[in-house]
C-alpha cells in the first residue's frame, strides 16, 4: 500500500513539474483566482486535449504526504507538496484573427495549392501544358471541376490582357480570383442571438468522428470568452463517454451539460436541454448530436426528429454540419444527404491542418449552397477559426 502511494505521490510532482514547463512555455493569461462566488475565470494549467477521456477525473483533490516510510526501512523522502490547484475554468483566447494566427496550419494547402498555382502561373510560356497543370492543381485540392474551369477560364483571360506579368501582379491577380471563387458576400456569422428570444439554439450534426463533439466545445469556448452564457445538450446518447466528452468542455468554461441516460432517446435529451437553457436564461444552447452514416435511413430519420422536437419550443437558429476536410469528395455527398433531412445553416471544415485539400471549401459551399463559417485547424481548444475568405487565400498563397 505504502509503495503505491509512494508511486503517485511521486508520479504527480514528475507531472506537475512537466506540467509546469508546458504551461510555461505558452503564453497564458496569469489572472488571480476569482472570488468564491464568481462563475469564471481562472488561469488553465495547460490546455485540454481534444478526444481527451473524460473518464479520466481532472479535479482529483491532490494527495499531500510528507513524509513515506519505505517498506524497507531506509530513510524517509520528503515529498514537497504541490501547489495548491486552482478551480480549472479557462480563459479562451478570443476569436478575432485567429485565421491569422493558425495560417501555418494550412502549409500542405499552401504547397500544393497556393505556391503550387503562383510558380505555374509565373512560368514565361503559359501553353497548354501548363494551363492543363493549372486544372490538374486545383482538382487535385478538391476544388471541384466546375469551379476550377471558371478559375482557368478567369486566369486565361486576364494573363492575356496583362500581357508581361511581375510576380506581384500574378500574386494580386490569384489572389483576387481565389477570393472571388471562396465567395466575399456569403454570411458566416454563426447565429446565436435570435432577435426576439433567448436562448439561440445551434445542433452539430455529421458523420462519425468529423469533429462534431470538439466543435460543439470549441464553439462554446469562443461563447463564453464573447461573454455569452452556453447550456450544453448531449444529444448523443450512443455512448456514455459521448456525453462525458462534451461534459468535459463544458467544466472547462463553466457551461452546464444536459444528458441523459445512455441509449436513451436523443431528441428528449434535445429538448430537455433548451428547455433548462430557457429556465437558466442562458444566451445559446449547442446541441451536440451522434455521428451517423449519411446511408443509415432510420439514423437519420432520428435526426429529422430531434430537430422537430426542438423546434416544439423554439426554431433551431443554426444547423451546423461538420465535415472532415481530409475525406475531400466523400464530404460533398454526405453534406446532400444530411440537408435533405435537417436544413444545414452552415459547414464546419475541421482537420484542415492535415491536409493539403483545402480546395474543398469552395467544392462545399457549391454544393450546397452553404457558407463555410468555420474551420478547425487543430486539436487545440483554441483551434477553431471563423472562416475569412482573404485570410484563407492569403494563407494559402504566402507571403
Ligand atoms: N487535427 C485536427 N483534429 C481534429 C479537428 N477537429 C477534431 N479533431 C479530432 O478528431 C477526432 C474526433 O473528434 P470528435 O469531436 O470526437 O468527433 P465526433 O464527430 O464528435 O465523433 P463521434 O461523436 O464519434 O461521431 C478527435 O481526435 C479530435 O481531436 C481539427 O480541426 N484538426
Ligand atoms: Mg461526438
Known amino acids: 500500500m505504502d509503495i503505491v502511494i509512494l508511486a503517485v505521490v511521486i508520479a504527480v510532482v514528475v507531472l506537475g513539474a512537466l506540467g509546469g514547463l508546458i504551461v510555461g512555455s505558452r503564453r497564458k493569461k496569469q489572472l488571480p483566482p476569482p472570488p468564491p462566488a464568481a462563475p469564471d475565470i481562472t488561469a488553465p494549467p495547460a490546455e485540454p486535449h481534444v478526444g481527451d477521456e473524460a473518464e479520466t477525473p481532472r479535479e482529483e483533490p491532490?494527495?499531500?504526504?510528507?513524509?513515506?516510510?519505505?517498506?524497507?526501512?531506509?530513510?524517509?523522502?520528503?515529498?514537497?507538496?504541490?501547489?495548491?490547484?486552482?478551480?480549472?475554468?479557462?480563459?479562451?483566447?478570443?476569436?478575432?484573427?485567429?485565421?491569422?494566427?493558425?495560417?501555418?496550419?494550412?502549409?500542405?494547402?499552401?504547397?500544393?495549392?497556393?505556391?503550387?498555382?503562383?510558380?505555374?502561373?509565373?512560368?514565361?510560356?503559359?501553353?497548354?501544358?501548363?494551363?492543363?497543370?493549372?486544372?490538374?492543381?486545383?482538382?487535385?485540392?478538391?476544388?471541384?471541376?466546375?469551379?476550377?474551369?471558371?478559375?482557368?477560364?478567369?486566369?486565361?483571360?486576364?494573363?492575356?490582357?496583362?500581357?508581361?506579368?511581375?510576380?506581384?501582379?500574378?500574386?494580386?491577380?490569384?489572389?483576387?480570383?481565389?477570393?472571388?471563387?471562396?465567395?466575399?458576400?456569403?454570411?458566416?456569422?454563426?447565429?446565436t442571438e435570435p432577435e426576439d428570444r433567448k436562448p439561440g439554439i445551434v445542433m452539430v450534426v455529421g458523420v462519425n468522428g468529423t469533429g462534431k463533439t470538439t466543435t460543439t466545445g470549441k464553439l462554446a469556448r469562443v461563447l463564453v470568452a464573447d461573454g455569452q452564457s452556453v447550456v450544453l445538450g448531449a444529444a448523443d446518447t450512443f455512448r456514455a463517454a459521448a456525453a462525458d466528452q462534451l461534459q468535459t468542455w463544458g467544466e472547462r468554461v463553466g457551461a452546464h451539460t444536459v444528458r441523459g441516460p445512455e441509449g436513451g432517446d436523443p431528441a428528449s435529451v434535445a429538448f430537455d436541454a433548451v428547455k433548462e437553457g430557457k429556465e437558466m436564461g442562458a444566451n445559446v444552447v449547442l446541441i451536440d448530436t451522434a455521428g451517423?452514416?449519411?446511408?443509415?435511413?432510420?439514423?437519420?430519420?432520428?435526426?429529422?426528429?430531434?430537430?422537430?422536437?426542438?423546434?416544439?419550443?423554439?426554431?433551431?437558429?443554426?444547423?451546423?454540419?461538420?465535415?472532415?476536410?481530409?475525406?475531400?469528395?466523400?464530404?460533398?455527398?454526405?453534406?446532400?444527404?444530411?440537408?435533405?433531412?435537417?436544413?444545414?445553416?452552415?459547414?464546419?471544415?475541421?482537420?484542415?491542418?492535415?491536409?493539403?485539400?483545402?480546395?474543398?471549401?469552395?467544392?462545399?459551399?457549391?454544393?450546397?449552397?452553404?457558407?463555410?463559417?468555420?474551420?478547425?485547424?487543430?486539436?487545440?481548444?483554441?483551434?477553431?477559426?471563423?472562416?475569412?475568405?482573404?485570410?484563407?487565400v492569403d494563407a494559402l498563397i504566402g507571403e
Open 62 to 191: 491532490r494527495r499531500t504526504i510528507e513524509e513515506v516510510d519505505l517498506p524497507d526501512g531506509s530513510a524517509p523522502v520528503v515529498v514537497e507538496e504541490p501547489p495548491a490547484e486552482a478551480p480549472e475554468i479557462e480563459i479562451p483566447e478570443p476569436t478575432a484573427g485567429r485565421l491569422v494566427r493558425l495560417r501555418t496550419r494550412l502549409s500542405r494547402s499552401q504547397n500544393a495549392l497556393g505556391k503550387g498555382l503562383l510558380t505555374l502561373l509565373s512560368r514565361e510560356h503559359l501553353d497548354e501544358d501548363t494551363w492543363e497543370e493549372i486544372e490538374d492543381t486545383l482538382l487535385t485540392a478538391d476544388v471541384g471541376v466546375q469551379p476550377t474551369q471558371e478559375l482557368v477560364e478567369r486566369l486565361r483571360e486576364r494573363v492575356k490582357v496583362l500581357g508581361t506579368r511581375t510576380p506581384e501582379e500574378l500574386r494580386t491577380l490569384l489572389r483576387e480570383e481565389l477570393v472571388t471563387l471562396v465567395g466575399r458576400d456569403m454570411d458566416r456569422v454563426v447565429k
Open 292 to 392: 451517423r452514416l449519411h446511408t443509415k435511413t432510420g439514423l437519420m430519420d432520428e435526426l429529422g426528429k430531434v430537430k422537430r422536437v426542438v423546434e416544439k419550443q423554439a426554431p433551431v437558429d443554426e444547423v451546423l454540419l461538420v465535415l472532415d476536410a481530409t475525406t475531400g469528395q466523400n464530404g460533398l455527398v454526405q453534406a446532400r444527404v444530411f440537408s435533405e433531412v435537417v436544413d444545414i445553416t452552415g459547414i464546419v471544415l475541421t482537420k484542415l491542418d492535415g491536409t493539403a485539400k483545402g480546395g474543398i471549401v469552395v467544392a462545399v459551399q457549391r454544393e450546397l449552397g452553404v457558407p463555410v463559417k468555420l474551420v478547425g485547424l487543430g486539436e487545440g481548444a483554441d483551434d477553431l477559426a471563423p472562416f475569412e475568405p482573404e485570410a484563407f
